[in-house]
């Protein structure tokens, strides 16, 4: 019991503390405070949002077409006199519009792909640790024995036995990336499974698939989305390797992996076609990488 | 520990089996047949080779067939490579992915073990930072951009007097000198993953409870390194040693298109690209069981590193 005094003086004080002083922060706003002082990751969003703009745009400006041959240029080496600003491949093309272009498919497969492997990790993850017993364990079993295959083969064959569409790609991406968020989404579904929102889902009888998929996947996703721009690097990896094999999009469209592949036994004549699309390539890459780390640091609390 | 053996093998074989039986239904789900070309057979040969290749019998029994053939160590004959069986394609090129591979494993663990140790021991040294940046390296270049990277410094650029590249670009006729760039380049991405991997596990043991011990008994820092700390800190590199080894031999498929070597990488790309559909199959069959064969000693190595560890 305080005395009236000291109530008043009580009161006093914090009527004199200015508003916003007092203002929560809610963690959202915490994480965001970490990730933003955090330099490399705030770089890498600028750099990431700079390539993904240009390869939008960019091949609308350049007075060039992707798949446009010019006799009168070929092989020509980066250069400001004229229009071909990076050179141009053995049969006139523009590398500058070539490179934008296959960083339109790679970013978009990397989205894609990604968007379908965590669909499905999340999916499976959360129907294997929700229901748990025997099926949990035949289901995880499964996840164990698809990280035992080699599974870049595996992604060989399927673009052997099933063509080279644009679709099948991140179809072929998407079937072997989504263990790890399978996994992630398993161990934060057990977790999630035995709070009381969940019992009183049970309890006034909403169905199972109703619980997993309105009530326990939205508590997940912001874990996951997290976790998740990890998967971005290795989707986009992977597509470039497969293009670089010369199993990924077909001529005459093009990605950095292609490209890439492209300029391997040319480079003693022109080095440009390796440089520029791997520049972009690795630039993309590194930038993913640094905001995927940037982003678990901000918001796992555990790893500070 | 026999009990944990013969439990992880039922464990390896229905997973090799599951591989093979999807690889398999997804190469017959396919339209077109092995003897569809352009080339008219009559009726009565192409029955003949039906038969022979068993394709006239209902896809359970192709299947009991190949799974027989399979147990008989047979991958069968290649679509593509007339008079070729995928057996002896593979014994050509295994050899090299082998050598080539193994190699680079041994050199990988040995430089990548000794730089996570040095870098342990000094945090924030000049060889800690090379460390590190190795490992970011190994992250944000791909094999394939640093494959052509160094064929253009070490076979282009840099020239002998006589107006060839130190070494050569690609190809292989077994002398030493056509291993060094690909050896070089499945080296430089493991030891990348090897070092860091050491760093951090050479890092956590040094601030364990009997390394301190260790240190209070006045045991100098090599014996405390080397006969202690060494073991526990070898088992996160034991875990990674195993998909490494595996990509290296068996599927270094980028590193074998980028130096033009004939080994099963180079095989399996081949294949792919003629639509070589048994000469894949087979492959991937091969390479999955040896993945299996090699997750399993990988973890048997943890019993001898860990003795924690009881099956």
Redesign the interface.
Known sequence: MFSKRKQLALAGTVADLPLESVKGRSPWRDAMNRFARNKAAVFSVVLLVLITVACIVGPWLVPHSFDDTDWGAISLPPTWAGTHWFGTDELGRDILVRTLIGGRISLLVGLLGTIASVALGIAWGAVAGFLGGKTDSVMMRIVD?MY???Y???A???????GREFYLVIITIAVFSWLDTARVVRGQTLTLKSREFVEAAHAIGVPTHRIIFSHIVPNLLGIVAIYTTVTVPGVI?TE??LS????GVQEPMTSW?AL??D??GK??QQ?WM?LFP?LF??AT??CA?YIGDGLRDAFDPKDR | MWSYILRRLLWAI??AL??ITL?YL??H??PGGPFDSERQVSAAVLANLQAKYHLDQPLWRQYLYYLNDLLHGDLGASFRYADWSVNSLVAQALPVSATVGGLSVILSLVIGVILGIAAALRQNSIIDYVVMFLG?IG????S??M???L??IFA?WLKHPDGNGWLPAGGWDGHAIYMILPVALLTLINVATIGRIMRAGLIETMSSNFIRTARAKGLPLRTIVFRHALKPALIPVASVLGPVA??AI??A??TE??FSLPGLGKL??N???N?D?TL??G??VL??VI??VF?LLVDLAYALLDPRIRY
């Open positions: 024995m035992a295959v080699p870049l083969l595996i060989i064959l399927m673009m052997t036995l099933f990896l470039s390797v670089f094999l010369g199993l992996g890439i592949g300029s391997v480079m003693d080095p390796l791997s390539l690795c890459l590194s990488n | 229905p997973t599951a591989v690889c997804m190469l789900l396919t970011n992250n944000t270049i791909p394939f951009v494959g052509p990277v064929i253009l282009i595996i990509s068996t599927a498929v980028v298109t980028v399996i790309v294949g792919a690209s639509r559909y894949v199959l492959l991937v390479i999955t993945a299996v997750n």
